[in-house]
């Protein structure tokens, strides 16, 4: 396992796509602390990666 791959996290993801732009917003939770927004994606990109989310059972 890479050093940057925690054991164990919390990641949120919020999905828009309602305007023109579809947009997908990942944050990190951590115990007693707000979300902290760490990374957003828009456009194509975004859609895909809902895409691979959202499906369940989907595996690559």
Known sequence: MSNDLKR???LLVGW???S??????VGRKLPGSDVDVINAFQGQEAL????KLAKK????
């Open 8 to 10: 164990s996290d919390t």
């Open 57 to 60: 059972g989907a595996r690559t």
């Open 48 to 51: 895909e990666l809902y895409s």
């Open 20 to 25: 023109d732009v579809p947009i997908l917003i």
């Open 16 to 18: 828009e796509a309602g």
